[in-house]
């Protein structure tokens, strides 16, 4: 009977421990107008390739963490373990396929093409097939890759060990932009930022891209367990959906967010900070406004003042609105009465619109108690 009860107690508790483990994170980031906004990790690896993980831990991996997608990118040219997993290039994405529907999360098939620099390393994702690509020229592989319809992006482009003093451009860059066999660039990837990547991004109308690259299960890269985030693609999609996916990436609709900060065109950091920041009370006294604010996302609002305020107003250099969090902020003007509302020129310095520069914004508060 004592064994009976015991052997109870044990299931109920393997059951409570078991559910306690699986629960999924939320990634508190607005939707903006228009749009949803997808949590998409394009870039990573399994035991198919170099990686330490088999694929349904990734989909695991991106359903704890609240993701919406992934691809797996296993590299089609290096393949440490293939002689212990013997497979074509598709398996990885097969293995992982019944747990991703299972779990709701979008998986996009993807493959990463390895080459020596120039062109160097490039993910070709909406793949139907990736066993085409692996063929010797580099331009037959992306050709291979293109011929699916696939969006490809340049893979960490500053990698050091390609790229050992300046993170150039190559005419064979050039040639793959011309030909529509480059869409999008990593402007992230993992720890790593690369400025050059954000200002090509811009000045060729290529897509912003932030990706993982992770190799070893997330949680020995991330500290998960202390709020730590994954660097992700944002993808301000129509619909969640591959094709939704699709659609956002090939018109160039991403934001990158890693580190507490944000990566993108000025409209949707724009869009996003429009829908981030809350003014929840302004109070006029006689010599100040008091403004409350408050960010419902997870990620930390980083303000500055900008050039070009009224010189008779004082107040902060710079201040932080916590991730889930209220600051309340004092602007003190001598004759605060004779303003029926104020205006304040700032820059959101971790909304980084390109290398360097903050979104600026100009808000406006008009006190609740006239
Ligand atoms: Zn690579
Ligand atoms: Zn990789």
Redesign the pocket.
């Known amino acids: 009977m004592t064994r009976k009860i015991a052997l109870v107690v044990f299931v109920l508790l393997a059951i409570i421990f078991n559910a306690e483990a699986q629960v999924r994170d939320t990634i508190r980031i607005p939707d903006i107008p228009g749009y949803v906004t997808l949590k998409y990790d394009p870039h990573m690896h399994t035991v198919f390739s170099d990686g330490a993980v088999w694929p349904t831990v990734r989909v695991h991996e991106a359903w704890r963490e609240g993701l919406d997608g992934i691809s797996i990118t296993d590299?089609i040219e290096y393949r440490p373990f293939r002689n212990d997993v013997v497979s074509d290039h598709n398996r990885a994405y097969e293995v992982a396929r019944p747990l991703a529907g299972q779990l709701d999360i979008l998986l996009i098939h993807g493959t990463?093409i390895?080459r020596a620099m120039p062109p160097g390393?490039f993910n070709a994702i909406f793949l139907e097939d990736a066993n085409p690509v692996d063929v010797d020229d580099w331009r037959d592989a992306m050709v291979a890759a293109r011929a699916q319809d696939a969006f490809i992006f340049w893979?960490?482009p500053g990698?050091a060990r390609q790229q050992p003093d300046t993170t150039l451009w190559w005419d064979e860059h050039t040639w793959l932009l011309e030909n529509d066999m480059l869409h999008g660039i990593e402007v992230v990837n993992g720890r790593s930022y690369y400025p050059e990547a954000h200002q090509w991004c811009l000045d060729k109308g290529l897509t912003m891209i932030g990706t993982t690259?992770v190799h070893n299960p997330i949680g020995m890269d991330y500290d998960l367990s202390m709020g730590e985030r994954r660097p992700m693609t944002l993808v301000f999609a129509t619909e969640r959906s591959e094709e939704g996916v699709r659609e956002a990436l090939f018109a160039g609709r991403t934001a990158v967010y890693f580190d507490n900060k944000l990566v993108a065109r000025e409209e949707y950091l724009d869009a996003l900070f429009k829908e981030s920041l809350q003014v929840r009370s302004v109070t006029r006294h006689s010599g100040s406004y008091g403004v409350t604010l408050f960010n419902p996302t997870d990620i930390p609002i980083e303000i500055s003042k900008a050039r070009g305020n009224d010189p008779s107003f004082e107040f902060f250099r710079t201040t932080t609105v916590p991730a889930g969090g209220y600051r309340n902020i004092s602007i003190y003007i001598s004759n605060a009465s004779e303003h029926d509302q104020i205006e304040l020129l700032l820059n959101i310095d971790n909304f980084i619109v390109e290398p360097g520069k903050g979104l600026p914004v100009t808000m406006t508060f008009v006190p609740d108690n006239l």
């Open positions: 590299h990463e390895t390393h893979n960490h990698w690259d």
